[in-house]
């Protein structure tokens, strides 16, 4: 059977459970038709490079699967249809990547980087004078 990658924009305002869903959804359909989800990944929230339906970010959540030339159609018309869904892709693949994708592995390494999002200690400058040096009586 034929690989695909198929990778969905959801829109920014729908909770989480609610994405997860709609991933469920389109596992359902690939499924229902013959076919085998490999690897779902949900890449979370994240901004765009344009504002799509005044959407200025998106939940991105891809699927691996194989599965006959037919469950594309169906997959596709399913996603086209649903409100929520603002941008959808479908690729044949030769093979799928092993592993986390390059996106998750880029959301791990920024993650690492920036420890859990805070931005650090910036340390002593060393060239300022201590506040009470400021006052005077």
Do not use: C
């Not at 990547?97 to 390059?102: D, I, M, N, T, V």
Request: net charge negative; proline share 3%.
């Amino acid at each position: 059977m034929p690989l695909y990658e198929h990778v969905f924009l959801a829109r920014q305002d729908l909770a989480q459970a609610q994405v997860d869903a709609l991933a469920e959804t389109a596992t359902n359909i690939i499924q229902d038709n013959g076919g085998k989800v490999v690897k779902t990944e949900t890449w979370g929230l994240r901004s765009l490079a344009y504002r799509i339906q005044k959407n200025r970010k998106a939940h991105y959540v891809a699927l691996d699967f194989e599965a006959p030339a037919n469950v594309i159609a169906e997959l596709e018309r399913q996603t086209q249809i649903n409100e929520d869904v603002i941008r959808y892709m479908t690729i044949r693949v030769d093979a799928h990547e092993q592993g986390p994708s390059a996106m998750m592995r880029r959301n791990e390494r920024d993650r690492g980087r920036r420890g859990d999002g805070e931005r650090g200690e910036r340390g002593d400058r060393g060239d300022r004078r201590p506040r009470d040096e400021f006052e005077e009586a």
